[in-house]
């Protein structure tokens, strides 16, 4: 299974950035997907989930409204789209599959792919 991250780099508070993840060797539709981040010197958290068939999205509470989270099924596929950014949001991005939409620990997920990193400068 790999999950290959894309799309991360250097942006200015308030703007936008579109994370693409590319997923091969599982079954897609049958997974949830979700990311996570890591901020430097933190541990990885939770950032939003999205069900196998797309129809169900999850969010950490700092990131509703201003990140979005969707699924191409067709092309195994899955995006994150932050907007309105922040310097908080500062971090490694990492694509994963599970389970369950509703799944916030990182145990509950099974495939990770390599993170990209996003930094946001004031």
């Known amino acids: 299974v790999q999950l290959q991250a894309s799309g991360g780099g250097s942006v200015q508070a308030g703007d936008s950035l579109r994370l693409s993840c590319a997923a091969s060797?599982?079954?897609?539709?049958?997974?949830?997907m979700g990311w996570f981040r890591q901020a430097p010197g933190k541990g990885r958290k939770f950032v939003a989930a999205?069900?196998?068939?797309?129809?169900?999205?999850n969010y950490e509470d700092s990131v509703k409204g201003r990140f979005t989270v969707s699924r191409d099924n067709a092309k195994n596929a899955v995006y994150l789209q932050m907007n309105s950014l922040k310097p908080e949001d500062t971090a490694v991005y990492s694509c994963?599959?599970?389970?369950?939409?509703?799944?916030?620990?990182?145990?509950?997920?099974?495939?990770w792919g390599q993170g990209t990193q996003v930094t946001v400068s004031s």
């Open positions: 994963v599959a599970g389970t369950s939409v509703w799944a916030i620990r990182q145990s509950d997920y099974t495939y």
């Open positions: 060797g599982l079954t897609f539709s049958g997974y949830a």
């Open positions: 999205i069900s196998s068939s797309g129809g169900t999205t």
